[in-house]
Structures are given as C-alpha cells and as structure tokens.
C-alpha cells in the first residue's frame, strides 16, 4: 500500500487547497443532496447520507450549508435531480482510472470525460474494462501531525483496520497516515479512532487498487494533471486510479 499511500497524500494535499476555495463543498453538498433523495433526510437511516455529511464536516463546510443540502434533497420533486455513473479509462502508460459522478445530464458528463481523456493523453473506456483491477474498502486519512503513531496504530487495528500506511512527508507538509479497512469494518474503525481523540481529516468507501502501475516522472506527471482535470469537473465527484510512485513529485 505504500504507493497508494504517496497518491493519497498528493490527493487529500490538494482537496485541502479545494476547499479552500469552496470547489470541495459545491460536491460535498451535490453528494448530500442526492443521498437525501434517495434514501431520506434522516442519517441513522440513511448510510449513504451519514457518509456524505461526515465527509462535508471533514472538509469544514458550514453546519448550515450541510443541513441546507439536505432539505434540498428532501423536497421531493423540486430542484436537482442527480443520478450516480460511473465512466472507466486509462491514462498515461496504461493506468487504470475510475470516475464516480453525480450528474443530471449523461450525455454531457460523458462527452466532457472523453474530451478530457483524450486532452490527457488517455482514452475512455467502456463499462467493466478496468473496475476489476479494484477493491471496495475504506480509506480513512489522519495528518501526521495531529497523532502519534502508537495511538493511531492501536486504535486503527484493534478496532480491525487491514492496513495502517506511513505519512509521505513534502514541503513542510507532515503528510498523512492511510488507514484502510473492510466495508463492514470501516464505521467500526472510524469511530474507534474518533473515540481515541484522533481528528480524522477524510474518510470514505473508496476503490482502492489492487495492485499498482509504477509511473516514471514524466508519466506520473501527466497523470497527476489528467487526474486534476477530471476532478475540477463539475459532475466528478471521485477519481480513482491504480498509480504508484517511486520519487517525490512535490
């Protein structure tokens, strides 16, 4: 997981930045709109809805644009109305990518995924071509520096975590530690850590590769701005790909 590990610092680095910018919350709330209405306003009874506000509190929005969403999605028969797709691709040297969207309009979000592709040197591919090269699991993120690494390596594997990855640290950032765990065991995991006082900075159910493609510079590069591309979308909500990397790209 080490690899995966490096991608993941790059990635929640620059979702720090996005939401910063507020570019995080326009999807976290997209996400909690489309849950309320598929399943309901309330989260003990909606397991997709408690994720989708978990990770819109782990991105700092607003209690109030939270609950907003919400009530949104609630109102049946008014405003958006969004449907999940998800679109798969090869990038640079043949990496794998899968695209997870919430969109009102297919035909659009499809065309704009192949331009994009194409734009970054890599194609669109069909249905099934490379979700079998990943694994549902959760990821949870934890900063390096906000605990130690005994108490996030007791409390991740006591409560079940498969997998507590080390922090890449770059540019004065401390990184962060890459807990991965079974679908069923990731509320049990999270709420460990939470329980242990350690912050969590992101947690979802992620596909997570199982196996990784070692990019070299130049390719790990390009593959890094097609990602980005495709994540400043406006109908993408996660990008996922099987790239690893073996030298710091800070």
């Known amino acids: 997981m080490a690899g995966h590990s490096k991608w993941a610092n790059i990635k929640h680095r620059k979702e720090r930045q996005d939401a910063r910018r507020g570019k995080h919350w326009s999807k976290c709330s997209r996400a909690i709109i489309a849950a309320a209405r598929a399943g309901g306003p309330d989260p003990e009874m909606n397991l997709t809805l408690r994720y989708a506000i978990d990770e819109a509190r782990y991105a700092n929005m607003p209690k109030d644009n939270i609950e907003r969403a919400i009530k949104k999605g609630a109102g049946a028969g008014t405003g958006e109305n969004y449907e999940s797709a998800r679109y798969e691709g090869y ?148 990008v996922y790909t099987n790239a690893d990397f073996d030298h710091d790209l800070s």
Do not use: H
């Open 91 to 238: 990038g640079p040297a043949g990496v794998a990518i899968l695209v997870d969207t919430l969109t009102d309009n297919r035909t659009r979000t499809v065309n704009e995924l192949r331009s994009i592709f194409n734009k970054g040197g890599g194609n669109l591919g069909g249905a099934g071509c490379v979700a079998y090269m990943f694994d549902t699991l959760g990821q949870i993120l934890v900063n390096a520096d906000d605990a130690d690494e005994d108490t996030i390596m007791d409390a991740a594997i006591d409560a079940g975590a498969q997998d507590v990855a080390p922090p890449e640290p770059a540019d004065g950032d401390e990184g962060v530690w890459t807990i991965t765990t079974g679908p069923t065991e990731f509320q049990t995991v999270k709420d460990a850590l939470e329980n242990a006082g350690i912050p969590i900075a992101q947690a979802q159910i992620a596909m997570v590769p199982k196996n990784t493609i070692t990019l070299s510079r130049q390719d790990a590069r390009k593959l890094i701005n097609l990602v980005e591309t495709l994540e400043d979308n406006e109908d993408a909500q996660k």
